[in-house]
């Protein structure tokens, strides 16, 4: 079984972020999300809409998606790797380059993004 885990926030969910959850269950078998939580994300100078409650619910809801776990440092990925057995690390091509230190424990991915659509941009059409 290839195992596969991403990160993200995941809020205003937009079927950018569904696209990219089928492509990324599409590189293995089982999909691990690790999800922003909110004190993360307040740490970086985000703030969701939703609750990590919510966010998480909502991910668990999508076909694709197996186990979502938090997300509470940058430097858990290593760990995370390790501790769910992962065979292929995925992220948006907006980061490209920026994870290839995991190469070594794991295949590193970057996938192109939903180029219409984003929550930064859903944010800014609803004037927020």
């Not at 079984?1 to 205003?12: A, E, N, P, Q, S």
């Amino acid at each position: 079984m290839r195992r596969v885990i991403t990160y993200g926030t995941f809020d205003l969910l937009h079927y950018g972020h569904i696209r990219l959850l089928q492509r990324c269950k599409a590189q293995g078998d089982y999909l691990v999300v690790a999800l922003s939580t909110d004190e993360f994300n307040a740490g970086k100078g985000k703030k969701s809409y939703f609750s990590w409650d919510d966010r998480k619910n909502m991910l668990e809801a999508i076909r694709y998606v197996d186990l979502v776990i938090p997300e509470n440092t940058w430097e858990q990925k290593r760990t995370d790797i390790e501790k769910y057995h992962i065979d292929t690390f995925v992220m948006g091509d907006d980061w490209e380059g920026k994870f290839d230190d995991l190469k070594d424990l794991c295949d590193v991915v970057y996938l192109p993004r939903t180029p219409e659509i984003s929550t930064t941009k859903i944010k800014g059409d609803l004037g927020q």
